[in-house]
């Protein structure tokens, strides 16, 4: 098993009119860079990864993006094309390799570029989100805050000397994080550890919809007599539990069992509108998948 941390910049359409002509709904994020570090048996960082990739598709900088980035409009033009980009990265990866990351876009990103080239990203389908790992081994999974790397790396005192929002910066800082944590449970069995946080990044993880019915009536018995199914894998699911409300008569809470993906989470919220019952419902896989 190879542990390689990963970060990717990306550009999109430039905003405003002229933006929405450009968008391309297939592709809302185009890879301009890679960057990745593997992470050896010691937890100690190893070999790098980094490369430039020449946009197809938008082709002028964002320049909300090249402000974060730093990056110059020339520099786009100096890359390779993303097909050559992913190859080498696939090469550098080796086979049986977890993608981890900080959050959940950039995994999602990457199959969406793959998949808008035509490339095969089946060996890309184990990935850990590092930002949910730090929320458990380092702050007690308590917050449901989403942290940002310069906070992780202040937390675990750990030196910034490096700009951030390079990709292989980005992605060093994120392998240092990864490293700190594991150092810290004291054990070699690194993926042990990580074991519960493994999940397949190119499964459908949510969903919402909304339906309307007359108003006034009961909201637990409207939710409770829908038909659900499991946004991965389309199963019907299952549920003995109540519907429960969570802000009165506004807002509710059901869990849901898929037999394949475990327990889900639904979440509805209700508005009236032109004499009729609004339900918004939305559905989610948990991570960690197991509910570590
Ligand atoms: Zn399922």
């Given at each position: 098993m190879n542990f390689v941390v990963f970060d990717l910049e990306w550009n999109s359409a430039v905003p405003g009119k002229a933006g929405v002509s450009e968008n391309h709904p297939d592709l809302p994020f185009e890879i301009i860079e890679i960057g990745a570090v593997k992470l050896s048996a010691e937890a100690k960082s190893g070999a790098t990864f980094t490369a430039n990739v020449k946009p197809q598709v938008y082709k002028k900088l964002n320049k909300y993006i090249a402000r974060v980035t730093q990056r110059s409009q020339e520099s786009l033009g100096q890359g390779d094309p993303f097909p050559l980009v992913v190859s080498k990265f696939i090469d550098f990866c080796g086979t049986d390799v977890i993608l981890a990351s900080w959050g959940l876009s950039d995994p999602q990103v990457l199959k969406q570029n793959m998949d808008f080239h035509n490339?095969?990203?089946?060996?890309?389908n184990k990935a850990i989100n590092l930002q949910v790992v730090f929320a458990h081994m380092a702050e007690g999974g308590q917050t449901s805050q989403q942290r940002s790397i310069e906070y992780a790396l202040e937390f675990l005192n750990i030196e910034t000397d490096l700009s951030f929002h390079d990709a292989l910066n980005d992605a060093c800082y994120a392998g240092r994080i990864l490293n700190a944590l594991l150092l810290k449970t004291g054990t070699e069995e690194h993926e042990k550890v990580l074991r519960p946080f493994l999940y397949d990044p190119f499964l459908q993880r949510e969903k919402t919809w909304q339906i309307a019915v007359a108003a006034g009536g009961n909201a637990e018995a409207v939710i409770s007599k829908q038909e659900i199914t499991c946004p991965a894998c389309q199963r019907v699911l299952t549920s003995d539990e109540p519907v429960i409300s969570t802000k009165k008569k506004k807002r509710w809470s059901w869990f849901l069992n898929c037999e394949k993906h475990g327990r889900l989470r639904c979440t509805i919220s209700r508005y009236r509108r032109e004499g009729k019952d609004i339900y918004h419902f939305k559905l989610t896989l948990p991570y960690p998948p197991n509910g570590y």
């Open positions: 490339l095969d990203s089946s060996s890309f």
